[in-house]
């Protein structure tokens, strides 16, 4: 199998079809300072002054909130009950346990423990299991939510002083940000986007925001050579001639050479494929008119385009347009008599440019209508549901189906995306020109990784192999190594060390930014945060950040790679008092296990797409890696077929 990421959940990321934005025209320069120091000012100042005008009547009320998460866990066990088996409803009764919070809110617990409860099951709500995208689950997935938050703002007055003092603060730190905001300087942008839609305050600068980080934040760029590739072929027929010109019976046979060949034209929000056959015809016949037998050559050319209309409902074809040329030449008149023969030239003279006339109009509308026949056979085809099998996934991970669009210039398929959810923020900065000769390539923004993964993993503890369970959940094969273990749960040789380090591990997951992706300066620094890691008996609970930092390098054959540079770093951030000898042994141990995680290298072998891949033309092709750019919070791969 292929190792592509330095995560398996990654992969997950990179697997998945995303459907289709298409980017403005600045989205094709060169990135720069895209949010200029007056639209920050602008955006601080909006801030400072909704910060002064909160209406605390807005925040969620915890007495509301509780009685809506009652109601949504009762219907949510009648649907179980009344719509499946008596096993498979005791099954999922079972994984939910709504008990603990049913009886937090019933007997009046402090709000901190019914919280605690609903951030539990809230977790149970979000994963990769199938069934997590019914609606009565999404109803109560909605209603915890607003039951954590109505807890959250329990006390208004000092709710709404806190609010106001983010607010405030996170004014001076825009002033402060350049146009190209860090990862880190993002998500706290996020974070206090998301406080003011999870309160219903300053709607107009919650919009204000995500109309500035509003850029797609994946790109898929498909190069015409690699359209080409698919579509151009040479062409050689020949076929008898059976035909009557002007009551003369043709019999003979005709040739065709030529090629056909593909086009991309520009279009906004659908693809444009101009199709095109270009061939030179030849034919010999006999004429038969009565006694008198015509010898016959022709020579001639023609050339048919059709603009084929992809869209994601499906294709459309223009009609066939069709322009041919033909020179036809009377090489013998045969007859005995010299007479006859004499009348006959005469009589075929007067005809010919009538007869050339039909002729041409023959030519065109056999090879028109044969080339419409074909090219029909692909708007015939069905588009395959690429969103099908993915919406029921991104519902189960909490997340937004992502806007969807395409379209094509004179040289490529540019294909954007954009996946946020109506509290979080996208890209700023647009995205790099693909300067590099490639057939393919793939962007990725911090900001998807970040969208994508912080509903899922913020504060969620998992356990060594967990993600490996997850991938397979979605049906996306798991990367595997060339031992066949996978790169997720591959345990290290750990010889000569105690027993211990060989027991799985679990980590805790930091509430912002659980995930670390970050495409600066041709490096890439990918990690984890985690408040907690356990093994055994032994634990370690600190704010951590583990991670590996990669260049793009070169391989002796051309191909592109990501090289860690230097081994894991486990760091931790922000003040915090010595670590003990059990926990320092801890850190060896989290470098040892994520040595696996985070490989030696990246992009070290070739993807060969699956037989029984959606798109046909695909299936079986080999990619390579050739090209690795990072800069300004992009990832840029791109890829030849070998």
Same mark, same amino acid.
């Given at each position: 199998?292929?190792?592509?990421?330095?995560?398996?959940?990654?992969?997950?990321?990179?697997?998945?079809?995303?459907?289709?934005?298409?980017?403005?025209?600045?989205?094709?320069?060169?990135?720069?300072?895209?949010?200029?120091?007056?639209?920050?000012?602008?955006?601080?100042?909006?801030?400072?002054?909704?910060?002064?005008?909160?209406?605390?009547?807005?925040?969620?009320?915890?007495?509301?909130?509780?009685?809506?998460?009652?109601?949504?866990?009762?219907?949510?066990?009648?649907?179980?009950?009344?719509?499946?088996?008596?096993?498979?409803?005791?099954?999922?009764?079972?994984?939910?346990?709504?008990?603990?919070?049913?009886?937090?809110?019933?007997?009046?617990?402090?709000?901190?423990?019914?919280?605690?409860?609903?951030?539990?099951?809230?977790?149970?709500?979000?994963?990769?299991?199938?069934?997590?995208?019914?609606?009565?689950?999404?109803?109560?997935?909605?209603?915890?939510?607003?039951?954590?938050?109505?807890?959250?703002?329990?006390?208004?007055?000092?709710?709404?002083?806190?609010?106001?003092?983010?607010?405030? +603060?996170?004014?001076?730190?825009?002033?402060?940000? #350049?146009?190209? @905001? =860090?990862?880190? %300087? *993002?998500?706290?942008?996020? $974070?206090?986007?998301?406080?003011?839609?999870?309160?219903?305050?300053?709607?107009?600068?919650?919009?204000?925001?995500?109309?500035?980080?509003?850029?797609?934040?994946?790109?898929?760029?498909?190069?015409?050579?690699?359209?080409?590739?698919?579509?151009?072929?040479?062409?050689?027929?020949?076929?008898?001639?059976?035909?009557?010109?002007?009551?003369?019976?043709?019999?003979?046979? +005709?040739?065709?050479?030529?090629?056909?060949?593909? #086009?991309?034209? @520009? =279009?906004?929000? %659908? *693809?444009?494929?101009?199709? $095109?056959?270009?061939?030179?015809?030849?034919?010999?016949?006999?004429?038969?008119?009565?006694?008198?037998?015509?010898?016959?050559?022709?020579?001639?050319?023609?050339?048919?385009?059709?603009?084929?209309?992809?869209?994601?409902?499906?294709?459309?074809?223009?009609?066939?347009?069709?322009?041919?040329?033909?020179?036809?030449?009377?090489?013998?008149?045969?007859?005995?008599?010299?007479?006859?023969?004499?009348?006959?030239?005469?009589?075929?003279?007067?005809?010919?440019?009538?007869?050339?006339?039909?002729?041409? $109009?023959?030519?065109?509308?056999?090879?028109?209508?044969?080339?419409?026949?074909?090219?029909?056979?692909?708007?015939?085809?069905?588009?395959?549901?690429?969103?099908?099998?993915?919406?029921?996934?991104?519902?189960?991970?909490?997340?937004?189906?992502?806007?969807?669009?395409?379209?094509?210039?004179?040289?490529?398929?540019?294909?954007?995306?954009?996946?946020?959810?109506?509290?979080?923020?996208?890209?700023?900065?647009?995205?790099?020109?693909?300067?590099?000769?490639?057939?393919?390539?793939?962007?990725?923004?911090?900001?998807?990784?970040?969208?994508?993964?912080?509903?899922?993993?913020?504060?969620?503890?998992?356990?060594?192999?967990?993600?490996?369970?997850?991938?397979?959940?979605?049906?996306?094969?798991?990367?595997?190594?060339?031992?066949?273990?996978?790169?997720?749960?591959?345990?290290?040789?750990?010889?000569?060390?105690?027993?211990?380090?060989?027991?799985?591990?679990?980590?805790?997951?930091?509430?912002?930014?659980?995930?670390?992706?970050?495409?600066?300066?041709?490096?890439?620094?990918?990690?984890?945060?985690?408040?907690?890691?356990?093994?055994?008996?032994?634990?370690?609970?600190?704010?951590?950040?583990?991670?590996?930092?990669?260049?793009?390098?070169?391989?002796?054959?051309?191909?592109?790679?990501?090289?860690?540079?230097?081994?894991?770093?486990?760091?931790?951030?922000?003040?915090?008092?010595?670590?003990?000898?059990?926990?320092?042994?801890?850190?060896?141990?989290?470098?040892?296990?994520?040595?696996?995680?985070?490989?030696?290298?990246?992009?070290?072998?070739?993807?060969?797409?699956?037989?029984?891949?959606?798109?046909?033309?695909?299936?079986?092709?080999?990619?390579?890696?050739?090209?690795?750019?990072?800069?300004?919070?992009?990832?840029?791969?791109?890829?030849?077929?070998?």
């Amino acid at each position: 199998m292929h190792r592509f990421g330095p995560l398996s959940i990654i992969w997950i990321l990179t697997s998945i079809p995303w459907t289709l934005a298409l980017p403005d025209q600045a989205s094709c320069q060169t990135p720069a300072n895209e949010w200029s120091s007056w639209q920050r000012e602008r955006l601080a100042s909006e801030l400072e002054s909704a910060s002064k005008n909160l209406d605390p009547a807005k925040f969620p009320q915890l007495a509301d909130s509780s009685a809506a998460a009652s109601s949504s866990m009762l219907a949510a066990e009648s649907f179980f009950v009344r719509r499946t088996d008596p096993a498979n409803a005791a099954a999922w009764l079972k994984y939910l346990n709504l008990d603990p919070l049913r009886a937090a809110i019933q007997s009046d617990e402090s709000p901190a423990t019914v919280a605690r409860e609903a951030i539990d099951l809230r977790q149970r709500l979000i994963g990769t299991i199938p069934g997590l995208e019914l609606s009565s689950l999404q109803k109560l997935r909605h209603d915890l939510e607003r039951l954590i938050e109505s807890v959250r703002f329990r006390d208004a007055e000092r709710a709404e002083q806190l609010v106001a003092k983010q607010m405030v +603060a996170i004014a001076q730190k825009i002033r402060e940000m #350049d146009g190209n @905001p =860090s990862a880190d %300087e *993002v998500s706290d942008l996020n $974070a206090v986007i998301g406080l003011l839609s999870s309160s219903g305050q300053a709607p107009g600068v919650v919009r204000a925001f995500r109309d500035q980080f509003s850029r797609p934040n994946l790109a898929i760029i498909v190069r015409e050579s690699m359209v080409q590739s698919a579509v151009n072929r040479g062409v050689n027929q020949s076929r008898p001639v059976r035909e009557c010109i002007l009551g003369t019976r043709i019999v003979g046979n +005709a040739s065709l050479a030529g090629m056909v060949t593909a #086009d991309l034209l @520009p =279009s906004l929000g %659908e *693809v444009r494929l101009q199709v $095109a056959l270009t061939a030179n015809i030849a034919s010999q016949n006999t004429g038969y008119n009565g006694p008198v037998r015509l010898q016959t050559v022709g020579n001639g050319s023609v050339n048919v385009t059709r603009t084929l209309h992809i869209r994601e409902s499906g294709i459309i074809a223009d009609p066939a347009h069709v322009q041919a040329s033909l020179n036809t030449r009377i090489t013998s008149i045969d007859h005995k008599l010299r007479l006859v023969r004499r009348i006959a030239s005469k009589k075929a003279a007067e005809q010919k440019p009538n007869a050339d006339r039909i002729a041409l $109009a023959k030519l065109r509308s056999q090879v028109g209508g044969q080339f419409t026949e074909q090219t029909n056979d692909a708007t015939s085809i069905a588009m395959p549901d690429l969103m099908g099998s993915v919406r029921p996934v991104l519902t189960r991970l909490s997340l937004d189906e992502p806007s969807r669009f395409l379209g094509s210039t004179d040289a490529e398929i540019i294909v954007d995306s954009t996946l946020r959810r109506h509290d979080q923020l996208s890209a700023v900065v647009a995205r790099p020109p693909v300067m590099a000769p490639v057939d393919a390539a793939v962007q990725i923004h911090e900001s998807l990784i970040d969208n994508a993964m912080t509903p899922f993993l913020a504060g969620r503890t998992l356990r060594e192999g967990d993600f490996e369970q997850l991938i397979s959940q979605t049906g996306i094969p798991v990367n595997q190594s060339e031992s066949g273990n996978s790169i997720v749960s591959r345990s290290v040789d750990n010889s000569g060390d105690d027993e211990a380090e060989d027991e799985p591990f679990e980590i805790e997951f930091a509430r912002l930014r659980p995930i670390i992706f970050e495409a600066r300066d041709q490096t890439l620094r990918v990690g984890v945060r985690g408040l907690r890691f356990a093994q055994g008996k032994r634990e370690l609970k600190q704010a951590m950040e583990i991670t590996a930092l990669y260049r793009p390098a070169t391989a002796d054959d051309g191909r592109a790679l990501l090289l860690r540079e230097g081994d894991v770093d486990v760091s931790f951030p922000g003040p915090g008092k010595r670590l003990s000898v059990t926990q320092a042994g801890l850190k060896r141990t989290i470098q040892k296990k994520f040595a696996d995680v985070f490989p030696a290298i990246l992009l070290d072998r070739s993807f060969t797409v699956p037989a029984d891949a959606k798109l046909e033309s695909l299936r079986g092709r080999t990619f390579r890696p050739e090209f690795v750019d990072s800069q300004s919070g992009w990832l840029t791969i791109g890829v030849d077929t070998l």
